[in-house]
């Protein structure tokens, strides 16, 4: 099932993201099950939300991957999606 992701990063800065994003977006283009990936700065953090074809691709990608950049521990919520339309 599709479901979309959503992690309030406390404490991060938008230079931070943007240092982290650099050195994991090729890699993330890759991983099996990845659909996108879109963030914002928001006052005290950063907001990141991604569509992943299950939420057992995107744990598997957080986990090794993302959990070890980020300054606080970050439990992403996570949304089955009832319909998704691309372009």
Not at 5 to 22: I, L
Not at 74 to 84: I, S, Y
């Amino acid at each position: 099932m599709t479901v979309l992701t959503k992690s309030v990063v406390t404490g991060m800065t938008r230079e931070q993201y943007e240092k982290t994003a650099a050195a994991l977006i090729d890699q993330l283009r890759a991983t099996p099950g990845f659909i996108a990936h879109y963030a914002w700065e928001h006052e005290g953090g950063m907001t990141v939300v991604e569509v992943w074809e299950s939420a057992e691709q995107h744990d598997d990608w957080f986990d090794n991957n993302v959990k070890p950049h980020l300054p606080v521990e970050v439990n992403p919520e996570k949304h089955e999606l009832a319909n998704k339309v691309t372009a």
